[in-house]
Every structure is written in structure tokens, then in C-alpha cells.
């Protein structure tokens, strides 16, 4: 009789690792979602007590009391849905011309969009500035998108996943006469699911998210994304006057991402796996 019982206490070992980190992770998330519902005067005296009494709900009150809070989340809305559809339309056909397509110079071309991976953002803040500030077009939606839509992570994703995609689920597409582009779009686009559902998750979140270029294209406060937005209504001394007020922002501004990916979930899950999903 097979002994299980070495695999079965590794099994339990992982699973207790995971529970364990798993735990660590989440904890500072309570901290902070308990903090958001707690008075400034108290915070000040302590920061260590999260679920006993006074509980308030006047850090919330005074964000959405913020005139123009409601004005910088519909700005983060547009701009991050916005560069979350365009990457995904930009990275799927740029991904499927380099997984599947044959044209002259795509080895050189590939290894400049990996080579993109290496340059941080940092580096290229000033000519993107003066590129902009010359056109004009600081403080518009289009600024504060189309710098970010030259990405060269969803490129690579992308045309990994395309190469495992068995190429024979193309041919039989072309046997019956169906063209390139008929193929991408019923065929292979279907299948590449999971891996625009993540590179959207990881878009969507980087847009949200972004702070350094928001901060210099968008001077007028009416084009301020949700962060730079709420980072503004900080005073110099949030940190010991305000933290009950700093902690609801952290929860007013994570909440949709954190929805999304509750949608998202099972498509992320899947691509990590490599498997398509049913």
C-alpha cells in the first residue's frame, strides 16, 4: 500500500504557508479600513486599537463633501478606462503580428520593445513634459493617456501567450477560407482571454494609480486624477492630525480596483495557470 502521508504533510505545509502570508498581507488592509472609520482627535492619542469604540463616519463625510472629488474620479474613470482599452486593442494586434506574422526586421523590432522594459518611467519625465508642452496639450485627457499607452510589457505578454496558442486551431480556420484578420478576431481573440483580462487588471491599475505624471501635465485642479486630487486636500500634518481622514482616502481611492478585481478574479487566475478558461 502506497504510503501518502509525506505528500499529504507537504500539502498541509504549503497550505499553512499560504494561510500565513496570505495573513500578513491583508493585515495592514484592515488596519487601514478600520483607521478610515475612526475620529482624528482619537488617532492622535492612539493608533493601535482598531475594532473598539468611538466609531465615525465623518472622514468619509468629508471627502465626498470635497467639491471636486466626484470631478477627479470621473477624470480617473475616462483616463483609466481609456488607456485600459487602448493597450489591450494596441498590445492584442501588436502581439499577434509578432507571435504569428512574418515581416522583415521583427527580431530587431521585438528586442527594442524588450529593451523598453530596462528604461524607467523616471527617465523620460522631461522630454515627455517638453513633447507636450510644446504641443499644447497639458491638462487635456489626452495627455494624461497616450504617454502611458507605449507600455512594452502588454507587447511581451501578449505575444507569449499568442505562441501558445496551438497553431493548428489556425489552420483549420484557413482551410475554410476565413482571412488574417477573421481568424484574430473570432478565432484567436476569444482564446487570449485570460491574458487581456490580466493586462487590463495591471493597466487599469497602474492608471489608477499614477501619481508622478498626473502631477506634471494636469496643473488646472478641474483635470486632477483621484490621487493627485486627494493628495492635494492633504495638509502638512495629515500624518498626525489626520490619519482617520488619510486612511479613508486610501480606502475612497482603492475601492474600484479592488471591485474589479473581484470581477476579474478567475481571468487572472487562469493566465498566471496558463489555461484557458471554460
Known amino acids: 500500500m502506497q504510503n501518502t502521508a509525506g505528500p499529504q504533510w507537504g500539502n498541509r505545509m504549503i497550505l499553512g504557508a499560504v494561510i500565513v502570508l496570505a495573513i500578513l498581507w491583508i493585515t495592514p488592509l484592515i488596519w487601514v479600513f478600520a483607521l478610515s472609520f475612526k475620529p482624528n482627535e482619537f488617532l492622535t492619542v492612539h493608533t493601535d486599537v482598531m475594532f473598539s469604540p468611538p466609531f465615525t463616519l465623518r472622514n468619509y463625510a468629508d471627502i465626498i463633501g470635497t467639491s471636486s472629488v466626484f470631478r477627479w474620479t470621473l477624470n480617473s474613470m475616462i483616463v483609466a478606462g481609456v488607456q485600459t482599452f487602448a493597450m489591450l486593442v494596441l498590445a492584442s494586434l501588436a502581439g499577434y503580428g509578432f507571435a504569428r506574422t512574418e515581416f522583415p526586421g521583427k527580431n530587431a523590432v521585438f528586442l527594442v520593445v524588450l529593451a523598453g522594459l530596462a528604461v524607467p518611467e523616471q527617465a523620460i519625465i522631461v522630454p515627455l513634459h517638453t513633447i507636450f508642452a ?31 496558442i496551438a497553431r493548428d486551431i489556425e489552420e483549420a480556420a484557413m482551410l475554410d477560407n476565413a482571412s488574417r484578420l477573421k481568424i484574430f478576431l473570432r478565432v484567436i481573440l476569444p482564446l487570449s482571454l485570460p491574458a487581456q483580462a490580466t493586462l487590463g487588471i495591471f493597466t487599469f491599475l497602474h492608471a489608477w494609480n499614477d501619481y508622478l505624471w498626473p502631477l506634471i501635465s494636469a496643473s488646472q485642479p478641474q483635470m486632477y486624477t483621484l490621487t493627485l486630487g486627494l493628495a492635494s486636500t492633504q495638509t502638512n500634518f495629515a500624518q498626525s492630525e489626520g490619519i482617520g481622514y488619510l486612511m479613508s482616502q486610501a480606502v475612497f481611492a482603492g475601492l474600484p480596483v479592488f471591485v474589479l478585481y473581484l470581477f476579474f478574479q478567475k481571468y487572472i487566475v487562469a493566465a498566471v495557470a496558463g489555461r484557458p478558461m471554460r
Open 134 to 164: 510644446d504641443l499644447g496639450l497639458h491638462n487635456t485627457y489626452s495627455a494624461l493617456v497616450l504617454p502611458r499607452l507605449a507600455t512594452p510589457f502588454g507587447v511581451y505578454l501578449m505575444t507569449q501567450y499568442f505562441q501558445a
